[in-house]
Each structure stands twice: as structure tokens, then as C-alpha cells.
């Protein structure tokens, strides 16, 4: 099995068994986008405790399996981290995480779900701090 094939398995496990595809009941803040050339959609919810670091993260969202599985291995990156971290990651940071290279629209699926997150901080839901 060459590395492309390998990319593709783990791009495959991530979409058909994504790393907390759901809800947050708990959630202090949520955001969602849409990419307007496509109709992709990814909302994440995040718990922020006190101190800033992610207690939980879930994502929803419909679209094709590169903004699908990349927001399940963005959310499994970002798990337990601070917002200090997320801040700093970057899109490209992004692309390498996702991994096969990718056209620059493709790249816009991929990045849907890293621009969801850069926003979500700055998004608390009603009743949150």
C-alpha cells in the first residue's frame, strides 16, 4: 500500500466514523459556515472552561467526505487543547493534517471546518460566558 492509498483509508475512517459527529449539550460556544461554492456546511460546538482550554468539541454538517472528514480530524487535533492552540494553528497547518494535496477548491472544502473553529471562540451561546 503506497502513502496516497494510506491517506485515502484514513480519510475514509474519518468520514464514515467521525471523531465526535454530534451535538454538545453543554456547549459555551458554536459557530457554522457554509461554502457558498459547493453548499458544504460544518457547525462546531465547543465547552471552554475557565481557563480557556476545550473541555469537549462536537461538529455537524453535510457536504463532501474532504469537509466532512477533515472537521472529524480537526476536532480529534484540537481535543483537550487551549485556545492559545487553536489560535496558532494555521491553515496550513490544516492542509498537512488532512494530508493528499489538493486543488484550491478542494482546499476550501478542507478548510471549511478550520475557519468554523478560528470563528467559534468568538461566538458564545446564549446564556454562556
Known amino acids: 500500500m503506497d502513502q496516497e492509498e ?5 480519510i475514509l475512517d474519518h468520514y464514515e466514523d467521525p471523531f ?3 451535538t454538545l449539550e453543554a456547549a ?6 457554509k461554502n457558498p461554492l459547493c453548499g458544504d456546511v460544518v457547525r462546531i ?3 471552554l472552561d475557565a481557563q480557556g482550554k476545550i473541555c469537549d468539541l462536537y461538529f455537524t454538517g453535510e457536504g463532501c467526505v474532504i469537509s ?8 480529534e487535533q484540537m481535543h483537550g487543547k487551549t485556545i492559545d492552540d487553536l489560535k496558532q494553528f494555521s491553515a496550513d497547518d490544516m492542509l498537512q493534517l488532512y ?3 489538493l486543488t484550491p477548491n478542494r482546499q476550501k472544502c478542507c478548510l471549511l471546518s478550520w475557519k468554523v473553529l478560528q470563528s467559534v471562540v468568538h461566538s458564545p451561546v446564549d446564556g454562556a460566558s
Open 68 to 75: 466532512q472528514a477533515s472537521a472529524s480530524m480537526l476536532l
Open 45 to 47: 460546538e465547543l465547552e
Open 99 to 101: 494530508g493528499p494535496r
Open 20 to 22: 465526535h459527529r454530534g
Open 28 to 33: 459555551t460556544h458554536a459557530h457554522q459556515e
Open 6 to 10: 494510506l491517506y485515502q483509508e484514513h
